[in-house]
């Protein structure tokens, strides 16, 4: 139970990686608009993108709550996921089954309190605030935990403010966090933005 589960986490962090990057953001074509397989999705995406660059970090679709198109979309949306993958993974795996459901109540709940509580945001979960604020908003894909950033190479910090105490996301006692980040930039470096280098506007990502 306990091993499926923590495999359901992995990959449902790697699903929220997916969708973000090719699905919410959409994928570029040349002279033409980005493509999504979801593309209302994707419409609803950018436009919270927009809301959240110009006023801090906030989003008011989430004090509207569902009278909002936008967060009765992401719900829906989370509730057809958390469904298929949940049904999936029954046969498999009660404990992937579990992680699931769990994974898809935490990306709301995490998703909405970031952008009601944008200093929380910017102290729990400072990959998101960096994704919506950074200069290069094609990057940290991640959500809830910055894993699959890490390992697929997306984590583009912006500042050492906003730099988590390791990669894994999670309160940790400081010597372990410690050298957890150090192994980890041997291996999964994260790319930086400061006022010494010039910003990404191109990353192969």
Not at 128 to 140: E, F, K, R, T, V
């Amino acid at each position: 139970m306990l091993k499926g589960f923590i495999a359901g986490l992995i990959v449902a962090n790697g699903f929220e990686w997916f969708a973000h990057k090719y699905v919410l953001h959409g994928v570029h074509r040349q002279g033409k608009t980005r493509f999504s397989p979801v593309p209302t999705s994707m419409r609803s995406h950018w436009e919270h993108h927009r809301i959240v660059r110009k006023v801090g970090f906030s989003d008011h679709g989430y004090v509207e709550g569902i009278k909002n198109w936008r967060t009765r979309n992401e719900i829906g949306s989370l509730v057809v996921v958390a469904t298929v993958f949940g049904v999936g993974f029954y046969p498999i795996s009660k404990g992937m089954t579990l992680a699931t459901l769990y994974s898809a109540c935490n990306y709301y709940y995490i998703h909405r309190r970031a952008h009601l509580e944008p200093e929380w945001a910017m102290k729990k979960i400072p990959w998101h605030y960096d994704h919506h604020m950074n200069s290069h908003q094609d990057a940290n894909w991640c959500v809830t935990k910055p894993w699959f950033d890490y390992v697929l190479g997306t984590r583009i910090i912006s500042s050492p403010a906003l730099q988590e105490s390791n990669p894994l996301g999670i309160a940790l006692p400081q010597a372990l966090s410690t050298r957890l980040t150090r192994w980890a930039d041997q291996i999964f470096p994260a790319k930086w933005i400061n006022d010494d280098t010039k910003k990404l506007s191109k990353i192969d990502i």
